[in-house]
């Protein structure tokens, strides 16, 4: 068992178990979700690049999200780390979602697995 902390709590796991640990934040406008920031983190492929861990999502979006569509794939900089910003759309339950994604690979202590940390904001219809 490992234990892991959080903000407020501490939980004890199994190893197999991994971190896929995500914030969500929202803006609530008459009882309407108008925007939510979610920060989430994922294990990446020893062999895998922000490039083409992005890529990966791309075409895991693809094949998951009705009418997905790609608007944008382009590169982007976080705290002088090298990033990809996804832009893109689809529609869930009959509503037009629009988001916008950054990827950012975050490597640990030496001979860890990289992670990847996205920034995602997500709307209904479009941002404005």
């Known amino acids: ?15 197999q178990f991994k971190d896929g640990t995500m914030h969500l934040f929202t803006v609530e406008r008459n009882g309407i979700n ?5 920060v989430s983190r994922a294990d990446m492929d020893e062999s895998d690049t922000v490039d ?8 895991q ?32 339950q009959g509503t037009p979602l629009h988001q916008r994604q950054t990827v ?14 996205s920034f995602i904001g997500t709307c209904p219809n479009g941002f404005t």
């Open 61 to 92: 979006m693809r094949k998951t999200l009705p009418r997905f569509e790609l608007k944008n794939l382009r590169a982007r900089e976080v705290d002088s780390e090298t990033a990809r910003e996804i832009d893109y759309s689809w529609v869930s």
């Open 104 to 117: 950012v690979m975050a490597r640990g202590a030496s001979g860890t697995t990289p992670r990847a940390i």
């Open 52 to 59: 083409t861990f992005a890529h990966k999502l791309v075409q």
């Open 1 to 15: 068992m490992s234990s892991y902390q959080m903000n407020d709590a501490s939980i004890d796991l199994p190893e």
């Open 34 to 38: 108008a925007f939510t920031f979610v």
